[in-house]
């Protein structure tokens, strides 16, 4: 599965890391994405700095605009970031951890732009993840 980091990048061709997402985000229009991503995917697009307009938003999102292509993020996740956010000091980043905790849940692999969600993922959730990333 991809996250929000590769699907955007892989998208928008004058992205920097736009080479290094597109193998992974044409991998993913033939599988997958979790819905969240697909969310988090259109409000980034339509806000700074790519402003797209939705019928161009709609357009890059085609792929997965079947209700099969979407993988939904159980309950269980959110009850379990109820519960856990405070304690690992969740912000913005609450998003990343449901991704995580979705592609757990459906026993799926992650693949990210994101050193966060990267540590995030594998720490609290164990999840096998790849950062698409040189190290630092």
């Given at each position: 599965?991809?996250?929000?980091?590769?699907?955007?990048?892989?998208?928008?061709t004058?992205?920097?890391?736009?080479?290094?997402?597109?193998?992974?985000?044409?991998?993913?229009?033939?599988?997958?994405v979790?819905?969240?991503?697909?969310?988090?995917?259109?409000?980034?697009?339509?806000?700074?700095?790519?402003?797209?307009?939705?019928?161009?938003?709609?357009?890059?999102?085609?792929?997965?605009?079947?209700?099969?292509?979407?993988?939904?993020?159980?309950?269980?996740?959110?009850?379990?970031?109820?519960?856990?956010?405070?304690?690992?000091?969740?912000?913005?980043?609450?998003h990343?951890?449901?991704?995580?905790?979705t592609?757990?849940?459906?026993?799926?692999?992650?693949?990210?732009?994101?050193?966060?969600?990267?540590?995030?993922?594998?720490?609290?959730?164990?999840?096998?993840?790849?950062?698409l990333?040189?190290?630092?």
């Open positions: 599965m991809i996250d929000t980091s590769v699907m955007v990048a892989g998208l928008v004058n992205h920097q890391f736009h080479a290094l997402a597109r193998p992974h985000v044409a991998a993913a229009a033939r599988g997958q979790p819905g969240i991503v697909l969310a988090e995917t259109w409000a980034a697009l339509r806000r700074a700095p790519w402003n797209l307009d939705a019928r161009t938003v709609e357009a890059a999102l085609a792929p997965w605009s079947d209700e099969h292509r979407i993988v939904v993020t159980p309950t269980s996740a959110y009850v379990e970031v109820l519960h856990t956010g405070r304690s690992v000091n969740l912000g913005g980043n609450v990343d951890l449901l991704i995580a905790l592609c757990r849940a459906h026993g799926l692999p992650l693949t990210t732009l994101d050193r966060r969600q990267s540590t995030l993922a594998a720490q609290l959730t164990g999840l096998d993840t790849t950062l990333l040189p190290a630092e």
